[in-house]
């Protein structure tokens, strides 16, 4: 079986994308709402995760 | 007397069992299996490829698997038990990982910590297609 070494940024992008994928599916009801959602999630996956990011390094000083 | 228009359709608390049980059972031992039977191809595959790259990506980062057993304290006991139920929610593909004896001793390690963390959300991700395919069996949801 293979072995992979994600950074902290490719597995984060990585979940936040499939994650988003099956919230966006699962949580609205129309085709529109979904892909909506989904990118909503995916977005703030992604913001939270710069936030994050950038309050750790600010923090460390 | 006014009646209620009559539509054919059954209530979802007047639905068999049947209508939903399969759906809910394909669903949980195959990732988008339920949707594939209630003809939502699209979704179905969707679902599929989200959770087992999931799954696959966990494996592949050597992330561990948890066993049902109890800790030293109740949140060990409950970090156990809840990480077990959660794999067991990926179905059909955690079967698989264990009946090819998957074992992976918990190693310090970022990328360890995110495989047991995929691992997990994939059984996570799984329990809400199932109750997807519960509705839409029971016709809440089209």
Redo the contacts between chains.
């Keep these: ?6 950074s ?1 940024f490719e ?1 984060a992008f ?2 936040s994308l ?2 988003s ?3 966006g ?3 609205k ?2 085709q529109k709402e979904q892909i909506n959602y989904g990118v909503y999630c995916f977005s703030m996956f992604i913001l939270a995760l710069f936030g994050i990011g950038w309050a750790m390094r600010l923090g460390h000083g | 007397m006014a009646s209620q228009p009559q539509t054919g359709a059954l209530e979802p608390a007047e639905q068999p069992i049947t209508a939903w049980l399969w759906p809910v059972l394909a669903a949980w031992l195959v990732p988008g299996g339920g949707h594939f039977m209630l003809k939502k191809s699209g979704r179905g595959a969707l679902i599929f490829g989200s959770i087992l790259l999931m799954f696959l990506f966990g494996l592949f980062m050597r992330g561990v698997m948890f066993t049902p057993e109890s800790g030293p304290d109740y949140l060990t006991t409950f970090i156990n038990y809840g990480g077990f139920l959660s794999n067991l929610s990926a179905g059909g593909i955690y079967i698989l990982t264990a009946m090819f004896n998957y074992s992976q001793p918990d190693a310090a390690g970022a990328v360890h910590d995110y495989g047991t963390k995929f691992l997990v959300c994939a059984g996570l991700l799984n329990v809400l297609a199932i109750v997807d395919a519960w509705e839409i069996a029971r016709g809440e949801k089209e």
């Design positions: 079986m293979p072995k992979i070494n994600l902290h597995a990585l979940f499939l994650t994928v099956v919230m599916i699962t949580s009801k129309t």
